[in-house]
């Protein structure tokens, strides 16, 4: 299977049909059932293997196995077909499937070493070790359920981000649009204060009113992107719907 | 692929709610409130050099019902030139698909918040007769406001009262065919109808079945759901309560209880059965302002000694000066100079 980081990027490989993910996990064409696990891989695996590190204490490589264990049980145990989208969302099912699963590897540790003929998944775990260790989180300061569940969910937006900002930059290299990349870049993506608009125009060699209009165009431009991505995962556009309401607030 | 920072993701989250102002002449300054229905925004006017308000839809079309009541509450506030009603300036859809309209940005405070810092009861009550005005303004043209309440009114920096939020509005103009026979308060709020495709839409819009409005101010009726049942008397209904609300100023650090004429008022005003309140905003609002002036009110049957307080406050210094010249006559009779 491929990296889900690439083959998932700029929701490529997914077909823009609307067919959910689930469906197509749950269906009976390969080829379809393949990339909907990319596509589910790519949104969730980053999400999965911080919250196996921080909830359960896990070193890197236990995580690691487990995160891998996971994905490759939801596949070969067709987990999903038991997800009902008007009683859940995908992604608090994932998070209690993946709690699961982890309770049970840790009841029966060494019951099964996967490895061998078992699929593998190819996921980038230092890029995610490297995240994980650069936000520093102190478990203790995390006691609840609920905060383990709000983690889940930011990692989940931090890594649908991600991925959005990856194809925003694709598709800005497509367009010949750096400028409006790099601005994007510096007062969306970067952690210092707002910068005014004049002086990015200066920087940019460009007038006040391209930058509010290139900006408007990224911003707009990931805003459908980051759309595109959750729509692939959501089941029911009603899900869509409140998903991309709790992503990008209001009612 | 890219680490973000916590930081950055709010950034962004914000980034992807911002509205796309490209292609308008208004530039965003910054986020105000968000409400049921869309979230205002306060943004330059780049060719008028003036600020003003967008109210936006939080999302670009997910079903008609919204872009359409945005596009009738911009509507109803076009037809609603009043000094005490928010004016619109503009209203369309942006480039992401989302409708909005853009409105005077009033710098001031909500009703709930600056009633308490207005200690004289005659002050508040003076400031809700406004309220009234431009509700009494609404319902002459066919407007029933339908959500009525402290954080729907904005008291401006120069003291102006303004009713905000008209996205509950309903045009009352199928009242006509249904009460042709001349009912009371209906004739006067139907007077002025709208166009009649504005019917339709308002109909179909907060038709019949849809319980909209805000527990504690709502009508009986309106929470009913039975919107075809309302007239200017639910708005009146709302206005009794938010009365209460401004006469007893909860904020205040010590609570007096209500003159009992007053009390009345407002009691008539909020009146479980719609027959028995204020039969339009004009009638409450000269009760009220026979109150302030000391005179008797209708909601209000007065006891003999009540009438002679009311009396005696009312003309308290012209009582005191025949009084003390009345003294001073007697004390020259009684005691008269050699």
Redesign the interface.
Known sequence: MAPP?KSAAAGGNFPQTRISVVAAIRGGDPTERSRALDVLCGAYWKPVYKYIRLKFSKSPEEAQDLTQGFFVELLERNLLSRFAAEKSRLRTYVRLCADSFVLNEIKFAGRQKRGGEVVHLAL?FS?AE??FA?QAINPASIPSPVHFEDFFE?EW??SL???A??DLKELCVARDKPTAFSLFEAY????EGDRSYAQMAAENGISASDV??QL??A??E??RL?QERLRAICETDEEY?HE??S????? | ?????????E????????P???GTRY?LVRFVA??????VYVATDRLLRRRVALKIL??EN?NDDLSARLLHESRVLAQLEHPGIVPIHDAGTL??GRAFYVMKFVEGSRLDQFIAGVASLPDRLRLFLRVCDAVSFAHSRGVLHRDLKPANIMVGAFGEVLVMDWGLAKLLSELVSLRASGADSETLITDKLPASSEITESTAITGEGLILGTPGYMSPEQARGDSSTLDARSDIFSLGKLLQFIAENPSAVSHTSLPRPLRAICERAFAENSADRYSSVADFASDLVRFLDGQQVSAYRENLFERTYRFYQRYQAAILLITAYLVMRALFILFPRH
């Open positions: 980081e980038d890029s490297g995240e650069a930011k937006i931090r981000f991600s991925s900002v990856t969306d993506l970067s952690d509010t209009n408007a165009w911003r707009r990931f805003r980051a719907h991309s309401r992503l990008f607030g209001g009612g | 692929m890219r680490f973000l920072s916590d930081k950055s993701l950034k962004l989250r914000s980034a992807g709610s911002a796309d102002l490209s530039e968000r409400g049921g229905m869309g979230s939080e999302h997910p480039a992401d």
